[in-house]
């Protein structure tokens, strides 16, 4: 289990015994091990359902829409790409800040089946959350992808 996993699946049942938020999401192992697709933990006991792999591909920032007036917040994992939606979701008048508790996460990159996916993973320049309430693990290089413009520079 990866250092990063394991801070993540301590903060989501402390979040959760301490009742600070109603739910957390994030990603769980699937059925395949390419696979970690999103998971709902409301309890503490289930924290360990959280991971943290190559395979956290979806967005998970949609998935706030659900539930429009918690009474509590929502505790919700985030990569760069994630708390971009969020911010716009919150600039939209979509998501009130104060119904969420980011947990952020630096991100290197993902894999997944889908190949388009893993290649916009791996072109990203956005790789650590813009805001958060708490981040797990130190921000990783910024980077500008080679080549990001190459069809641009043939025109």
């Known amino acids: 289990m990866s250092d990063m996993q394991e801070k993540l699946r ?6 959760l ?6 739910y957390i999401i994030g990603w769980e192992k699937g059925r395949f091990p390419n696979q ?3 998971v709902f933990v409301s309890k503490p006991e289930d924290a360990d359902k959280l991971v943290w792999d190559d395979y956290c591909i979806n967005t ?3 998935y706030t829409m ?3 007036h918690p009474e509590k917040k929502i505790g ?3 990569r760069g790409c994630d708390s971009r939606a969020v911010n716009r979701l919150i600039q939209d008048h979509q998501l009130e800040r104060e119904n969420v508790y ?3 996460l630096p991100c290197e990159g993902k894999k997944g089946e889908d190949e388009q996916i893993a290649k916009k993973c791996l072109e990203c320049r956005h790789r650590n959350p813009v805001v958060y309430d708490v981040m797990l693990g130190d921000p990783v ?3 500008e992808p080679e080549g990001r413009f190459a069809e641009v520079e043939k025109i």
């Open 17 to 22: 015994e301490k009742g600070e938020v109603d």
């Open 36 to 38: 970690s697709p999103p």
């Open 76 to 78: 919700l994992c985030v």
């Open 141 to 143: 290089p910024e980077q």
């Open 66 to 68: 659900d539930n429009m």
């Open 10 to 15: 301590n903060l989501a049942k402390e979040l």
């Open 102 to 104: 980011l947990i952020g």
């Open 60 to 62: 998970l920032a949609k």
